[in-house]
């Protein structure tokens, strides 16, 4: 099992940038993969960015240029940097872990309770 804790949602105007922090703990594997979905209200859970364990990183075209993962040495840590968030990107942001399986397969997935952002003036 993998417990997923995340920080730094909250509120904040255009342009402020802000920090979103998980912290995953239990059996954290060294070729997990982390990163952070989003969803808001009516519409399906989409991908904002993530990170593999050897560092590689994909962005979600919505979002590319105006965020950056990052993880810690350990691995346990993954943040989301948001550096000019728009009112487009208020939504529940959850943490997501998951191993690669030989094949490509996602396995041992688990999800973060979610944290909310919310960007208005």
């Known amino acids: 099992q993998v417990q997923l804790v995340e920080s730094g949602g909250g509120f904040v105007q255009p342009g402020e940038s802000l920090k979103l922090s998980c912290l995953a703990s239990?059996?954290?594997?060294?070729?997990?993969?982390m990163g952070w979905y989003r969803q808001v209200p009516g519409k399906q859970r989409e991908l904002v960015a993530v990170?593999?364990?050897?560092?590689?990183?994909n962005f979600a075209n919505s979002v590319r240029g105006r965020v950056s993962i990052d993880r810690d040495y350990a691995g346990n840590t993954v943040n989301l940097y948001m550096h000019s968030p728009i009112p487009e990107d208020t939504a529940v942001y959850y943490c997501?872990?998951?191993?690669?399986?030989?094949?490509?397969?996602?396995?041992?997935?688990?999800w973060g309770r979610g944290t909310q952002v919310t960007v208005s003036s």
């Open positions: 997501n872990y998951y191993e690669p399986s030989i094949d490509g397969q996602r396995v041992n997935e688990y």
């Open positions: 239990g059996k954290v594997s060294s070729t997990s993969s």
């Open positions: 990170m593999s364990a050897d560092r590689r990183h």
